[in-house]
């Protein structure tokens, strides 16, 4: 079965540095899909960034970008120039092959970000 | 463009009532998915509702159901309520199923189980 770790219950980060979130996952398809959400206070997940089994290059968004090592089977998240804006619950979730649009989900981890 | 909407947002049963929650995706999404978030067992895949099939099902037990209408809304109804039913219920739509297609979710409806 598909398994997504992160490692780090909890992280702080001062305004305007950058921040990396781990996550490690456990699967013996050869396609899959790892994907990065941002759960604020409100409880709402926002879609950050997405990347492909296959893909050949890390993904980037504006100020997120996925270190994809599929060797090692980590696909961490780096936050860049870190805004208060960014304190919130973060998951990483993948999605199993053959699965539709089921999300298999780590336990998250709270990032704080400091002034 | 409207975003995915869910109702009611808060919500409070008690133990052995049945209830229903309502997701509306975003319009031309066709896939629907339900999730179940508590502090205790995390984000758990519910079911995956696709022009009105069910795609795929967690694992709970039979008295979570859910489908899903031409309009492509989808609903959840959980029977016989029990304490652990307590949990935030978020639905995700997304135009597409078994791709890298991004998920859009809902604000969620908490639910209260007393």
């Known amino acids: 079965a598909q398994k997504i770790t992160q490692t780090q219950p909890g992280m702080f980060v001062q305004e305007k540095e950058a921040v990396t979130l781990d996550c490690t996952y456990d699967?013996?398809?050869?396609?899959?899909?790892l994907f990065w959400y941002k759960q604020p206070s409100s409880g709402e997940m926002i879609f950050l960034i997405y990347q492909g089994s296959y893909d050949q290059q890390n993904a980037t968004e504006g100020r997120y970008s996925l270190n994809f090592q599929k060797a090692r089977k980590s696909a961490n998240l780096v936050i860049s120039a870190s805004q208060l804006g960014d304190s919130a619950m973060y998951f990483c979730a993948m999605r199993e092959p053959l699965g539709g649009n089921k999300l298999v989900f780590g336990a998250g981890t709270i990032l704080r970000v400091k002034s | 463009k409207a975003g995915v909407t869910q109702t009611p947002r808060y919500l409070i049963k008690t133990r052995g009532q049945q209830v229903t929650l309502s997701c509306s995706p975003i319009s031309g999404h066709r896939s629907v998915s339900w999730y179940q978030q508590t502090p205790g067992q995390g984000l758990q895949f519910l079911f995956e509702?696709?022009?009105?099939?069910?795609?795929n099902k967690g694992n709970f037990p039979g008295r979570f159901s859910g489908r899903q209408f031409s309009n492509s809304r989808s609903e959840m109804n959980v029977s016989t309520l029990e304490l652990g039913d307590s949990a935030l219920y978020l639905c995700a739509s997304s135009a597409i199923t078994g791709t890298g297609a991004e998920q859009f979710f809902g604000p969620g409806t908490r639910l209260t189980v007393l």
């Open positions: 509702y696709f022009s009105e099939t069910q795609r």
């Open positions: 699967t013996s398809d050869p396609s899959y899909g």
